[in-house]
């Protein structure tokens, strides 16, 4: 939490019974001279914070489940919010668009002052628990300093689909003792192996059944750019678009190197039905296969032609394929050419993005350079471009660790991602009721106060 009060909350109304509390939240951040405010909060985490906060000379319940540790961790915030506050509402908005003349009077406040011309909200809370609520007292104000924060909304929907970002279940190694960059990963079909490259060449495959290194390999003359044989255990290395191709392939069944044309394209769908090469000039290029089994050969032009694409993911059906431009990710029907959607990233660059199964969530890996602090991958929900899950900084005063390249498993079980030359694998799904590091396990609570139907798991 900042020290810098944002926001100031009062206590409009309150109905334990209901679980309910009504906040009234007044901007109180202002700069006059960039006509800029702090953003009204939406996510629930942020009331969460707020229920804590408020809590501290009232030993109230939610002191004893959690701590100030926990209240100024992102990834905490945003798989266990959800066990306390059930849903947010905001239910009235006032001096939204501010005027000039109201710039020139709020310029000469001294903080929180004259409400009346403040940007303020009302928002209706539904916490889990009476018990969360227990400590408050209608008319009750104070200032903070906690700042809302997208990632701490997730929905019960979406838990099961995410990958949990606040530890990896597993960190790879694949070139101990190299300087050489780790710079390309990807599952086999069936999401049994994983294959990695560094820019030296080298390659190692993991069998993900025990995350045991089942290839390690420094072909000669070989490239670093991953492609799998459609529906078997043979991974094959080309160069990138900058290099003659020269192939190299293995298969992993039989043991041995094996002969096979080149894997035309630098990614494909799930069958090989398209298969795209991309990089500078915005655009992408649909390539045949050899056998003619893939979609004629055409062009998509993105737009911006000094940038470039890159990175490309397609769902498991093949009915959209996901395109990392500059800043944007465009969702676009591969058999059409025709751009669905248009996701803005933000940031300064764009390094990868991958995409679920099922092609309703996205990973992606941006650099901000006006923020070191910036960890990745970052997860958003497609349907609405809703930022969704963050990988958090689990200490402030460093640099982040942000993620270079990603790859979505087949089956939806892992999320892979490139972290300063080690593989860090996420587990996809999210706890399904409360864990048991929580300080004060809820079933220390008195069953008869236990939250109605469709609040906490029980």
Known sequence: MSIHPFYGVRVLALEPDLRRVRFRIFVIDYNADRRWHAELPADPGFFLQLLWESAEDHNGALRQVAGWREMDDDGWLAVNTRWFVEGVDRVAVRNEQLSDADWEHISALSAWADEGRLVQGDY???????????????????????????????????????????APEAVLTPFAGSDSSVVVLAFS??????????????????????????????????GRDIMWVPGRHVVTL???????????????????ETDLPVEPGRARSRTGRFRVEYGAGGRVDFV????????????????????RVTSVAFSADETRMFVGHGLLVHVVDPATGRT??????????????????????????????????????????????????????????????????????????????????????????????????????FTQFDAAQSPPSGGRPG
């Open 340 to 441: 669905l959607n248009t996701l803005t990233m933000p940031g300064d660059w764009l390094d990868a993005v991958a995409a679920s199964p099922d092609g309703a969530y996205l990973a992606v890996a941006t650099q901000d350079w006006n923020d070191e602090r910036t960890c990745t991958p970052d997860i958003y929900r497609v349907a609405d471009g809703q930022l969704v899950m963050r990988r958090p900084g689990k200490d402030h005063t460093q640099p982040g660790t942000g993620a270079r390249a990603l790859a979505w498993s087949p089956d939806g079980a892992r999320l892979a991602a490139v972290v300063e030359n080690e593989i860090h694998l996420f587990r996809v799904g999210l706890p399904t009721e409360p864990t048991t590091d929580l300080p004060l396990a």
């Open 189 to 222: 079909d069936d999401g049994r192996f994983l294959a990695v490259t560094n820019e030296d060449g080298e390659l190692a495959v993991y069998d993900m059944r025990d995350r045991s290194v089942r290839l390690h390999a420094e072909p000669e003359s070989a």
């Open 124 to 166: 209706e809370v539904r916490a889990t628990d009476p018990r969360w609520l227990d400590h408050l007292i209608p008319g009750q104000s104070w200032e903070t300093g906690y700042y809302p924060d997208p990632t701490h909304q997730v929905r019960a929907e979406d838990a099961p689909h995410l990958p949990d970002l606040t």
């Open 238 to 256: 080309k160069e990138d678009e900058y290099d003659e191709l020269v192939p190299w392939a293995y298969d992993l069944d039989a043991d041995t």
């Open 288 to 307: 045949s296969a050899p056998s003619g089994e893939s979609a004629p050969d055409r062009t998509i032009q993105l737009g911006d032609a000094s940038r």
